[in-house]
């Protein structure tokens, strides 16, 4: 008999609540009209729009709904907020951001240092993923554009201290964006009482479809379009929106916001489970980011001397999925970036695994990873020439690899 799949990817996409799916469906047929046109067809779709964007507004406590510009998802917001600040910076031309940064910020960053369109600053973080702020308070000055600091990290759920930075970034005179594509849905936001610029969101991560997602960006904010061409989005973002995923993005920021307080205690007390359980009966494990300062939802456990390809191999056999970093730099054999960042040592690095959970997870998930996580090393362990030379030499192994 087949095992019961036990889906702990949640930081790598969702799966679309079913409430969402009906939301949804009546704007794929029977509400059709294009909400730019002037006749009843588009108007009810147009007042469809305005309905979500008001959801929307409500889990980002933003002030205002028109600061919420719809996008494809995260990437785009990101590279929008970026571009768009260097456009209205005059005079200022350089880009902080850190070294964990999502591929979505930091692969543009490169490119624009790369092409000679800005500078860039990149600030390190410790051996918990915390920022240096030291470093960042050292890197901002007269000629920073703009700062781009995630809410939280995707691989190990560390928090960073974002209306802190945003105020730092404002005394530079730099505006300052977030990515907080793994926050939205899990954390608390009041973005009206922040100093935060702009924030990107994306709708897998929170029960939605894929390929829709928001920027938003507080009233008064100079902004320039990506994607330019017709008028939609007041200007910002041009093109026929997306209104089937708009209105399931928008129920399903209703939905987070009624889930809130499960995120917060339920599925964090299963997260705190699995980690007490695996690190118990596997040794040479641990766990890496802030364990006091990050996502209520997420793991990233190292065992230590074995890869983490071969481990997702094995999990997946048994009907469990999970990740060994970001969804989106999985095809590397390079460790995580972020763990790199951190200096978690290789022996460590390459055997990391990222447990992510969802409101979807119970403790029956929980129960069949410790079922099997220690057969699963164990069996890896016996064909590792690092592990068998580290149970020869104990304490005194001390291996460097790449």
């Not at 409430?19 to 059709?32: C, G, H, I, R, W």
């Not at 973080?125 to 781009?148: C, F, H, N, Q, W």
Request: negative net charge; hydrophobic residues 40%; charged residues 20%.
């Amino acid at each position: 008999m087949e095992p019961t799949p036990v889906y702990l990817d949640n930081n790598a996409t969702t799966r679309t609540d079913p409430d969402v799916v009906q939301a949804m469906l009546p704007f794929f047929s029977e509400q059709f009209g294009n909400a730019s046109s002037m006749h009843a067809f588009g108007a009810e779709v147009g007042s469809a729009l305005s309905a979500a964007r008001k959801q929307l507004q409500a889990l980002l406590g933003a002030a205002f709904d028109h600061e919420i510009v719809y996008t494809s998802g995260g990437t785009e917001a990101d590279n929008t907020a970026i571009f768009s600040a260097l456009e209205t910076q005059v005079g200022r031309d350089e880009v902080i951001t850190s070294a964990v940064e999502h591929p979505a910020v930091l692969s543009l960053v490169a490119h624009l240092e790369k092409t000679g369109r800005a500078k860039a600053h990149i600030i390190g973080v410790d051996a918990k993923g915390r920022l240096d702020m030291e470093a960042y308070r050292k890197a901002l000055g007269p000629k920073t554009a703009i700062v781009s600091i995630m809410w939280a990290n995707n691989e190990t759920g560390t928090i960073f201290p974002v209306e802190q930075l945003a105020e730092l970034a404002h005394a530079a005179g730099a505006l300052f964006h977030t990515d907080a594509v793994q926050a939205v849905g899990k954390l608390p936001i009041n973005l009206a009482e922040s100093e935060i610029d702009m924030l990107s969101l994306s709708g897998h991560k929170l029960h939605g479809p894929k390929g829709i997602g928001a920027l938003y960006v507080r009233k008064g904010t100079r902004q320039r379009p990506l994607i330019r061409g017709g008028h939609q989005e007041r200007g910002r973002r041009a093109g026929t929106e997306n209104v089937p995923g708009i209105v399931g993005l928008g129920k399903a920021a209703e939905l987070a916001l009624a889930h809130m307080a499960d995120e917060q205690t339920r599925v964090a007390a299963l997260r705190d489970r699995l980690e007490k359980g695996l690190l118990e009966a596997i040794p040479n494990s641990f766990t890496t980011g802030d364990p006091a300062t990050r996502l209520p939802n997420t793991a990233n456990v190292a065992f230590e001397y074995i890869e983490g390809e071969a481990i997702l191999l094995l999990m997946n056999r048994e009907g469990i999925a999970a990740s060994s970093g970001s969804a989106c730099t999985s095809g590397s054999l390079e460790p995580s970036h972020v763990l790199r960042a951190m200096n978690v040592p290789y022996t460590a690095a390459h055997g990391a695994i990222r447990f992510s959970f969802s409101r979807e997870n119970g403790e029956a998930d929980v129960d069949r990873v410790l079922e099997v996580m220690p057969g699963i090393i164990a069996r890896l362990r016996e064909m590792s020439p690092f592990w068998r030379e580290r149970e020869k030499q104990g304490a005194a192994f001390n291996p460097t690899y790449a």
